[in-house]
């Protein structure tokens, strides 16, 4: 793993509920040179991919407990899975 890039657990946040999902993630640099980063988040438990499906903008924890907002970026309704973009630093 590098500063870069995150593979791992973290924590969905999202209107009061909590969803514990795999995540993709990497730093992103904009052309005029401005930082994000993004990736996708796909849901542990298949009871869950209802919840994921209803995800809009949240908050991501990982587990050293560092948090970030989100934009939910295209919503793959029925698979659990999310792909996000997040703006200013990256939580990883």
């Known amino acids: 793993m590098t500063d870069d890039v995150y ?29 994000g980063w993004g990736g996708h988040l796909q849901a542990d ?7 994921m499906a209803r995800v809009g903008d949240g908050r991501l924890r990982l587990p050293d407990g560092t948090e970030a907002d989100f934009a939910g970026d295209d919503n793959e309704v029925g698979s659990g899975g999310l792909s996000i973009a997040g703006s200013g630093p990256a939580p990883f």
């Open 7 to 35: 593979r791992g657990w973290a924590t969905l946040i999202d209107r009061g509920f909590e969803i514990v999902v795999h995540a993709d993630l990497a730093v992103r640099r904009s052309p005029d040179g401005g930082q």
């Open 45 to 51: 438990r298949e009871e869950d991919f209802e919840l």
